[in-house]
C-alpha cells in the first residue's frame, strides 16, 4: 500500500473499546438495553472493517455487577474476534468490575483484591492498564503504591513510547454529577505522567466520547458500547442514559502524534463514496495525477462522483 498523503502509515493501531457492562446469563442492563448484543455489533463492526489492530483495548466496566457468567461470556465473545485479527488484548479494571473475578476469570490468576496493574509489549508500544478503582464506590483513585509502581514502570522509555488505559479518565466533565466520580487526586497522577513518554491515556466512564489534555498528554475517552450519556438532554434531566449513539474508538499511533476516531456501531444508508475497486487506479497514478484527480473541483472523479451523488 502506498503513501498518499504526508505522513507514513501508523506504526500501531489500538482498537479502544469501553463500557461493556455484561451482566451474566445475557439479561439486558436495566431490563431494556441488550448489552451483549451491543457489544456483539461493535465486534463485527471491527471484524468487517479493513482496520487490523495490534491490539483491542477494554477500559473497564467490563461487566455491569461483576457476575463470573458476565466474564465467561465477555471472553467467549471477545477472544476469537482477537484471535482471528491478529491483534493482543488489553483488559482494564473499571469501577463496575469486581477485582477477585476479574483476575481470576479473564486471567486464570488465583482471585486476587490488588490492584489489577498489568503492562502489555505491543511490538515496542507500552500500553499500561492502571487499576483506578475503589472497592466498593464508583469514583476512582490511586494509592502511593500504585504511583511508585508506575513511576517505576516508565523509568525506562519504550522504543515507540506507552499508552497508559485507565478507566476514570484524568479530566473535567461537564456532567456535574458524574464530575462527583471522577479520578480522586489527579495531580498525584499528574506528578508520575509529566515528563514522561506516555504518548496518550485512553479512558472510558463517561459512556460519551470526548478528548482532552492531561499534564500535557493528549487524552482519549471511548463512548460506550452499552449505552450513552445524552449531554443534550432536556433540561429536566439531570443524567440522560439513553440506548443510541454507542461506539468504539480507533487509535493510530503515529510517529510523531496520535489520532484517536469514533466509529458509530449504527449503520447509516451511503449517502456518497467510492468503491474499493478505485484503489488500484489511484495508487497506480504519480503523485501530481492523485494529487490533481482527487483535489480538483472539475477533475473527472470529482466530477462523476458529484453526478453520482445527485449534485
Known sequence: MIQMGQHPPASRVIAHLSDTHLLGEGRPLY?????????????????ASPVEPDAIVFTGDLTDIGEPDAYRRL???VEPVVRRMGAQLVWVMGNHDDRA?????????EPSEKPQDRV???GGLRIISLDTTVPGYHHGELDPAQLEWLRAVLA???PLGSILALHHPPIPTPLEVM???????QDELADVVRGSDIRGILGGHLHYSTHSTFAGIPVHVASATCYTLDLGADASRLLSGVDGGQSFDLVHVYEDVVVSSTVPLASHPEATGFSSDYRPMIEGMPADVRLEQLSSKSSHLNLNEAA????
Open 31 to 47: 431490563g431494556r438495553v441488550p448489552v451483549q448484543d451491543r457489544l456483539r455489533v461493535a465486534l463485527e463492526r471491527l471484524e
Open 75 to 77: 471472553r467467549d465473545d
Open 101 to 109: 473475578a476479574y483476575s481470576s476469570l479473564l486471567f486464570d490468576e
Open 120 to 122: 502489555h509489549d505491543i
Open 156 to 158: 525506562e522509555p519504550a
Open 179 to 185: 464530575a462527583v466520580l471522577e479520578l480522586h487526586r
Open 308 to 311: 453520482s451523488s445527485g449534485s
